[in-house]
Antibody, heavy 119, light 107 residues
């Protein structure tokens, strides 16, 4: 079955960096576009970033553009989200998400990893 | 960016009720809309995609309709497992996916 397992979350001070990883299994990873979606404590869902199946195309929410970098390694079935210049408002659970083939909705989600930005 | 507005924000209902949640887009998005269910402490789950297509494994009491700017999610007979928060999401604009603010369905 499809599994998406995030790691790398934790507590970090403002303006520092953190890298999240997402290990994918149970499907042909290289065929799928992937996303990160976050959810601040007690708040709604916010799309963060997307990457095409090959990794050649990347998209970012305005709130993270220039600070976050999304990449993938199809040989390792792994995604990476490099988060630089972190702000308190980046505090959230970060979900690794698979895009549904033939549609652009999100059909599989990881369990999430919590990032807390605080001094 | 396209803004998505859900109503109501909170909905009180009983088991067996027919429940309808509305999502309005700030501009036309064709039928490029999905609905998700989220329970506390869990990841969201895809229910409906392309406005009216039922995701595999989702009970048939869930249905979606609408196109353009106005969309609805209907639960035909609310079950105990359905008490959760529901989100709509547009994907008309590639590179700028947006969610509604959520609708909490409570007892």
């Amino acid at each position: 079955q499809v599994q998406l397992v995030e790691s790398g979350g934790g507590v970090v001070q403002p303006e520092r960096s953190l890298r999240l990883s997402c290990a994918a299994s149970g499907f042909t990873f290289r065929n799928y576009a992937m996303h990160w979606v976050r959810q601040a404590p007690g708040k709604g869902l916010e799309w963060v970033a997307a990457i095409s199946y090959s990794g050649s195309d990347k998209y970012y929410a305005d709130s993270v553009k220039g600070r976050f970098t999304f990449s993938r390694d199809n040989s390792k079935n792994t995604l990476y989200l490099q988060m630089d210049s972190l702000r308190p408002e980046d505090t959230a659970v970060y979900y690794c998400v698979r895009a549904k083939l033939g549609a652009r909705s999100f059909d599989s989600w990881g369990q999430g990893t919590l990032v807390t930005v605080s001094s | 960016d396209i803004q998505m507005t859900q109503s109501p924000s909170t909905l009180s209902a009983s088991v067996g009720d027919r429940v309808t949640i509305t999502c309005r887009a700030s501009q036309r998005i064709s039928s490029l809309l999905a609905w998700y269910q989220q329970k506390p402490g869990k990841a969201p789950k895809l229910l409906i995609y392309d406005a009216s297509s039922l995701q595999s494994g989702v009970p048939s009491r869930f249905s979606g309709s609408g196109s353009g700017t106005d969309f609805t999610l209907t639960i035909s007979s609310l079950q105990p497992d359905d008490f959760a928060t529901y989100y709509c999401q547009q994907y008309d604009t590639y590179g700028a996916w947006t969610f509604g603010q959520g609708t909490k369905v409570e007892i």
